[in-house]
């Protein structure tokens, strides 16, 4: 009898919550977004967001949570919200897969608490040297490096930053040894870099792309699998020599765990048709964004290996935060 009830139960769960997904959204959506306004993840977001409320006919509220403990407490609230579809998150890279190996505290875990939706923006980043450092190919970097080890600087926006993972990866697959030097920002990084304080700097594309062209800063390589189309003669690292070397600022959008599989499959049809529309591709290529737009089966696949690549970067350099 008890077996036959629950069977009952857990049918009226899954009819109504059919019902539920034919007929949403009913009310406004909220959407977290784990940067401040006017940064790229905002830009992508508040792009999606409206395009989204167009075709649903509902408000998507944009709430901005700028900083790491911003985005821990995004994805905190994300993760605790009620799986109805009317919590979303916009979250990157540092949020959902850099921080779960870094922070082992944290009370959200991103395989467990979220359901990818899709991933929405690439945005490369670019290993820029001083117009002073006697290099200007990444295998000049590795040749230097292995003949001065330990002498030579590379910024970055703070400990535990995809950057500044990126520059230990860089350190690992190259077998160097560079001195990190974190910062407070990339401003402050970038400004260092110009004066010729310190040597490199792993940074998104658009932050630097103005100090390349005009050759206050040299552009080694491309961070990202694929050339960027802004800067088509600048050869990736993967293809400089660092075979499978890939470090790119990344936007994705996920939704509590238990949010009903129609929801998701719903937003994720309507946010993909938007980001294979030609002008959001080039609304994005404004500000140095590549148009994500995959599967939310190969969106959970790609959280997971960039997860566990993190995870390996931060045991063997040995980062942590304070």
């Known amino acids: 009898m008890n077996y036959i009830k629950k069977l009952f139960s857990l049918t009226l769960l899954i009819f109504f919550g059919v019902v539920h997904a034919q007929q949403y959204p009913i009310k406004p959506i909220k959407m977290y977004v784990a940067g401040a306004a006017g940064d790229g993840i905002d830009l992508v977001s508040r792009r999606i967001a409206q395009k989204l409320s167009e075709k649903l006919g509902q408000q998507f509220i944009i709430e901005n949570r700028p900083g790491a403990g911003g985005g821990i407490n995004a994805s905190e609230a994300t993760a605790k919200a009620t799986p109805d579809g009317y919590t979303l998150m916009m979250g990157n890279a540092g949020t ?21 939706i899709t991933l929405a923006a690439i945005v490369p980043n670019l290993l820029v040297a001083n117009s002073g450092f006697p290099v200007n190919s990444v295998a000049d970097l590795i040749a230097l490096s292995k003949k001065q080890p330990g002498r030579i600087n590379f910024a970055s926006p703070g400990t535990g930053t995809g950057q500044h993972l990126g520059g230990e990866l860089f350190k690992s697959m190259a077998n160097i040894d560079l001195v990190h030097v974190p910062y407070k920002g990339s401003g402050p990084g970038v400004t260092d870099l110009l004066a010729g304080q310190v040597e490199l700097m792993i940074v998104p594309l658009p932050v630097v792309l103005a100090h390349v062209t005009s050759g206050k800063l040299k552009a080694l390589g491309i961070t990202s699998l694929k050339r960027s189309s802004l800067l088509p003669a600048i050869p990736t690292v993967s293809e400089a020599g660092l075979n499978g070397y890939d470090v790119s600022a990344w936007y994705g959008i996920v939704a509590p765990a238990g949010t009903p599989v129609q929801i998701i499959e719903l937003l994720n049809l309507e946010i993909v048709k938007i980001l294979n529309t030609t002008d959001t591709s080039e609304y994005f290529q404004k500000f140095g964004a590549e148009t994500g737009g995959n599967s939310k089966e190969e969106f959970s696949i790609f959280m997971r290996n960039e997860t566990q690549k993190w995870k390996n970067v931060i045991k063997v350099s040995g980062v942590k935060t304070e």
């Open 96 to 116: 959902l897969t850099i921080n779960p190996g870094l922070m082992p505290r944290l009370t959200y875990d991103p395989v467990k608490d979220f359901a990818p």
